[in-house]
């Protein structure tokens, strides 16, 4: 069974940084596709960041430059480090396992201005 636990999340100001954790069990990373989702209030789900089996990553246009998704496949663990954080990142932030159509239960951003 397939299980994401996403942690990390926080509530930083502007500009700070933050790093999402997303621990999967039940299937390897490195042997997925595998993509940070968010939600903000009012607005559709949008994706963030994705980092595919061999190792290529793509990422939003409003997110190139100030995030990086990566995985450390030891830990069977993704993650997505966020710098330059700006008020309108604040969102639930999702880990989602493509090959498996599974989602995390999300985690908080919040960023102040």
């Known amino acids: 069974q397939v299980q994401l636990v996403e942690s990390g999340g926080g509530l930083v100001q502007a500009g700070g940084s933050l790093r999402l954790s997303c621990a999967a069990s039940?299937?390897?990373?490195?042997?997925?596709?595998m993509a940070w989702y968010r939600q903000a209030p009012g607005k559709q789900r949008e994706l963030v960041a994705s980092?595919?089996?061999?190792?290529?990553?793509n990422y939003a246009d409003s997110v190139k430059g100030r995030f990086t998704i990566s995985r450390e496949n030891a830990k069977n663990t993704v993650y997505l480090q966020m710098n330059s954080l700006k008020p309108e990142d604040t969102a639930i932030y999702y880990c989602?396992?493509?090959?498996?159509?599974?989602w995390g239960q999300g985690t908080q951003v919040t960023v102040s201005s």
């Open positions: 989602y396992m493509r090959n498996y159509d599974y």
């Open positions: 039940g299937s390897r990373v490195l042997f997925n596709d």
């Open positions: 980092i595919f089996g061999a190792g290529r990553t």
